[in-house]
């Protein structure tokens, strides 16, 4: 048997979510995560109990993708600098990276403000603070308290390298890949060897996270069941109207804000957005940004952005460019101010605003990220009460299922921005894809003749 390939490439395994032609529908991994969502939201909805029992099942798909995380963004962000050769390189693309981050970030903590002052969708509640269980938000607020500037920047070095990984701390384990991949810059030939090795590890893991992807129905299915069991439907009606305008929200900022990014650097957010279904879906039904995390690193390079900007601006993103997180606070904390019968000022909300800008990165990779954020920002301003949190609690998780899709499409555009400006977006590429063409970067099937 011999294996043949198109002159000029390498075999390699066929695009994710570009199914061979013919193939059934009910194979394509997105129907089944869709079906698998489905089913667990039946499940959790009629038999609670049994729900909750199935929640091992999206704990265990979300600790076989955090598994690999680590070597992952490692094994990307080390080559990818390792070949840029001028350091210079990584200063621009890193600056270009953090100042698109915080214009952006700024932006949505924005809109979040403008359409709770517009919507307003906890007034006329007239909750009397004193009247809440503070119990159950006490370790959140603990937790941002426990959160300070120095403390976050001296948690970014880890003690010891292997620690990084072990802890699967995404900033350290970043931190760490980018020395390691200046260091193999600058002794050039040296590393090659070295490049070798890192590169062949790199084709291994991302066929692992192809064979992982496997069992996303399963982990969807758990997550979502569990969800579904344990809030239950009827929690979210007592607050539809935080939930629905916090969604509202965040499709017009992904429609309007990212949608319009993306068209002036020549592409489509929705075009995008079906790109990334079968991720979005994952996240949808897990509620965990973090577990397409790799995928997202291997579509955003068949995309046609560079291995370097990739490796230097998805990890960085999941930090520091939160955008669905930054939607979530300003709006949440002037719902719980409403709810309270508060009025803030201009000032007040002003001020507002400018804690969550640092609070946001204060808290970043922080388990509980987005009701940490929103406890560290209202303990600065004491118009709102902390106890107001409470009120929101029963629906947070719902809640951080449109945070964690936001997130997601948004550094998904960014690195394509990021990519654009710094020259490193091959645009063929990039329209091939978006549009369900066979990608210029990737080669066509292997063919296979029997001898």
Same mark, same amino acid.
């Given at each position: 048997?011999?294996?043949?390939?198109?002159?000029?490439?390498?075999?390699? @395994?066929?695009?994710?979510?570009? #199914?061979?032609?013919?193939?059934?529908?009910?194979?394509?991994? *997105?129907?089944?995560?869709?079906?698998?969502?489905?089913?667990?939201?039946?499940?959790?909805?009629?038999?609670?109990?049994?729900?909750?029992?199935? =929640?091992?099942?999206?704990?265990?798909?979300?600790?076989?993708?955090?598994?690999?995380?680590?070597?992952?963004?490692?094994?990307?962000?080390?080559?990818?600098?390792? @070949?840029?050769?001028?350091? =210079?390189?990584?200063?621009?693309?890193?600056?270009?990276?953090? +100042?698109?981050?915080?214009?952006?970030?700024?932006?949505?903590?924005?809109?979040?403000?403008?359409?709770?002052?517009?919507?307003?969708?906890?007034?006329?509640?007239?909750?009397?603070?004193?009247?809440?269980?503070?119990?159950?938000?006490?370790? /959140?607020?603990?937790?941002?308290?426990?959160?300070?500037?120095?403390?976050?920047?001296?948690?970014?070095? #880890?003690?010891?390298?292997?620690?990084?990984?072990?802890?699967?701390?995404?900033?350290?384990?970043?931190?760490?890949?980018?020395?390691?991949?200046?260091?193999?810059?600058?002794?050039?030939?040296?590393?090659?060897?070295?490049?070798?090795?890192?590169?062949?590890?790199?084709?291994?893991?991302?066929?692992?996270?192809?064979?992982?992807?496997?069992?996303?129905?399963?982990?969807?299915?758990?997550?979502?069941?569990?969800?579904?069991?344990? *809030?239950?439907?009827?929690?979210?009606?007592?607050?539809?109207?935080?939930?629905?305008?916090?969604?509202?929200?965040?499709?017009?900022?992904?429609?309007?804000?990212?949608?319009?990014?993306?068209?002036?650097?020549?592409?489509?957010?929705?075009?995008?957005?079906?790109? %990334?279904? !079968?991720?979005?879906?994952?996240?949808?039904?897990?509620?965990?940004?973090?577990?397409?995390?790799?995928?997202?690193?291997?579509?955003?390079?068949?995309?046609?952005?560079?291995?370097?900007?990739?490796?230097?601006?998805?990890?960085?993103? /999941?930090?520091?460019?939160?955008?669905?997180?930054?939607? /979530?606070?300003?709006?949440?904390?002037?719902?719980?101010?409403? +709810? &309270?019968?508060?009025?803030?000022?201009?000032?007040?909300?002003?001020?507002?605003?400018?804690?969550?800008?640092?609070?946001?990165?204060?808290?970043?990779?922080?388990?509980? +990220?987005?009701?940490?954020?929103?406890?560290?920002?209202?303990?600065?301003?004491?118009?709102?009460?902390?106890?107001?949190?409470?009120?929101?609690?029963?629906?947070?998780?719902?809640?951080?299922? &449109?945070?964690?899709?936001?997130?997601?499409?948004?550094?998904? $555009?960014?690195? %394509?921005?990021?990519?654009?400006?710094?020259?490193?977006?091959?645009? !063929?590429?990039?329209? +091939?894809?978006?549009?369900? !063409?066979?990608?210029?970067?990737?080669?066509?099937?292997?063919? $296979?003749?029997?001898?």
């Amino acid at each position: 048997m011999t294996v043949k390939a198109a002159p000029g490439v390498s075999p390699s @395994h066929p695009q994710p979510g570009v #199914p061979p032609a013919g193939k059934p529908l009910w194979t394509h991994l *997105y129907v089944q995560v869709i079906a698998a969502i489905v089913l667990g939201g039946l499940i959790g909805h009629f038999w609670p109990a049994f729900g909750e029992s199935l =929640k091992p099942l999206g704990d265990a798909f979300i600790r076989l993708l955090k598994m690999i995380i680590a070597p992952v963004i490692f094994l990307t962000v080390a080559t990818g600098i390792a @070949h840029l050769r001028d350091l =210079k390189d990584v200063g621009r693309v890193a600056g270009k990276a953090f +100042a698109y981050f915080l214009t952006v970030s700024t932006l949505a903590l924005i809109v979040g403000l403008v359409v709770a002052n517009v919507v307003q969708p906890g007034d006329g509640m007239n909750v009397d603070p004193a009247s809440l269980d503070t119990g159950a938000v006490a370790q /959140y607020s603990q937790a941002a308290h426990d959160q300070t500037i120095t403390g976050f920047l001296l948690h970014i070095i #880890p003690e010891t390298v292997t620690g990084a990984f072990a802890e699967g701390e995404i900033l350290q384990v970043l931190f760490f890949s980018i020395l390691f991949g200046v260091a193999l810059a600058i002794i050039g030939e040296r590393g090659k060897p070295v490049m070798t090795v890192l590169e062949s590890l790199s084709q291994a893991f991302f066929r692992l996270v192809h064979i992982l992807m496997k069992a996303a129905p399963i982990g969807a299915f758990g997550a979502f069941a569990f969800t579904i069991g344990r *809030y239950g439907i009827d929690s979210v009606v007592n607050l539809a109207a935080l939930v629905g305008t916090f969604y509202l929200t965040s499709l017009i900022f992904v429609l309007g804000v990212l949608g319009a990014i993306a068209w002036a650097n020549g592409f489509s957010i929705l075009k995008l957005i079906r790109y %990334l279904k !079968e991720e979005l879906l994952l996240v949808l039904g897990t509620s965990s940004s973090e577990a397409a995390l790799p995928s997202l690193i291997e579509k955003m390079e068949r995309a046609g952005a560079r291995k370097s900007v990739v490796g230097l601006v998805v990890p960085t993103g /999941y930090s520091f460019n939160l955008d669905g997180t930054n939607i /979530y606070m300003t709006l949440a904390a002037l719902f719980i101010a409403q +709810a &309270c019968g508060i009025d803030l000022t201009l000032g007040e909300q002003l001020l507002l605003l400018g804690v969550a800008m640092l609070s946001s990165k204060g808290a970043a990779g922080v388990t509980g +990220a987005g009701f940490i954020t929103l406890a560290a920002t209202l303990a600065v301003v004491p118009s709102v009460p902390l106890a107001g949190m409470a009120l929101i609690l029963g629906v947070d998780r719902f809640m951080s299922e &449109c945070r964690a899709l936001t997130n997601f499409v948004g550094n998904a $555009v960014a690195t %394509l921005v990021v990519a654009r400006w710094d020259g490193a977006l091959d645009v !063929e590429a990039m329209r +091939a894809a978006l549009n369900g !063409e066979p990608s210029p970067l990737v080669a066509p099937p292997v063919e $296979v003749d029997e001898d």
